[in-house]
Antibody
Framework: EVQLLETGGGLVQPGGSRGLSCEGSGFTFSGFWMSWVRQTPGKTLEWIGDINSDGSAINYAPSIKDRFTIFRDNDKSTLYLQMSNVRSEDTATYFC??????WGQGTTLTVSS | DVQMIQSPSSLSASLGDIVTMTCQASQGTSINLNWFQQKPGKAPKLLIYGASNLEDGVPSRFSGSRYGTDFTLTISSLEDEDMATYFCLQHSYLPYTFGGGTKLEIK
């Protein structure tokens, strides 16, 4: 069974940094593109970016480019999202996703002082 | 960016009704589109991919269609369990973009 488990959410001050992780299991993690999607408290969904199977190609949404970094460790079957200089509008539930079909349960980031 | 304009934003219908919702792409000649269903506290669930292909295990009362840059999700006979919010997603042009959602309520 394919499973994705995000961790790392919590409360962060504006301007701070935070790293999220997504551990995959039940499939060959190194064989798939992986994506991050977030959902705001108002329920708007936003695609953040994706990364190819070996990490050599990464795409970002313009809204987070230069602040967020997506990378992966295939030996650990884990996808990462490193966020810096966070803003209040980054407050959201962050999901990792594979092939649009498999989603984690999400981890919530709150940016507030 | 390709904007996905989803309508209506909310919808109330009775059990057994035919329900339709649409997404219109602001641009693009070859949009690849998926439809998702999301229930409170859960991740989105893929219903339709490639505009009209039913994902395995999704009830056949769900269907998708396309006319140019207009996409429609239809539920042929509404059931209780269909109460949810529905989103479209285009994944042809970067950045991929979601519609704003249609919240479906049962009368």
């Amino acid at each position: 069974e394919v499973q994705l488990l995000e961790t790392g959410g919590g409360l962060v001050q504006p301007g701070g940094s935070r790293g999220l992780s997504c551990e995959g299991s039940g499939f060959t993690f190194s064989g798939f593109w992986m994506s991050w999607v977030r959902q705001t408290p108002g329920k708007t969904l936003e695609w953040i970016g994706d990364i190819n199977s070996d990490g050599s190609a990464i795409n970002y949404a313009p809204s987070i480019k230069d602040r967020f970094t997506i990378f992966r460790d295939n030996d650990k079957s884990t996808l990462y999202l490193q966020m810096s200089n966070v803003r209040s509008e980054d407050t959201a539930t962050y999901f990792c996703m594979r092939s649009f079909l498999y989603w984690g349960q999400g981890t919530t980031l709150t940016v507030s002082s | 960016d390709v904007q996905m304009i989803q309508s209506p934003s909310s919808l109330s219908a009775s059990l057994g009704d035919i329900v339709t919702m649409t997404c219109q792409a602001s641009q693009g000649t070859s949009i690849n589109l998926n439809w998702f269903q999301q229930k409170p506290g859960k991740a989105p669930k893929l219903l339709i991919y490639g505009a009209s292909n039913l994902e395995d295990g999704v009830p056949s009362r769900f269907s998708g269609s396309r006319y140019g840059t207009d996409f429609t999700l239809t539920i042929s006979s509404l059931e209780d369990e269909d109460m949810a919010t529905y989103f479209c997603l285009q994944h042809s042009y970067l950045p991929y973009t979601f519609g704003g959602g249609t919240k479906l309520e049962i009368k």
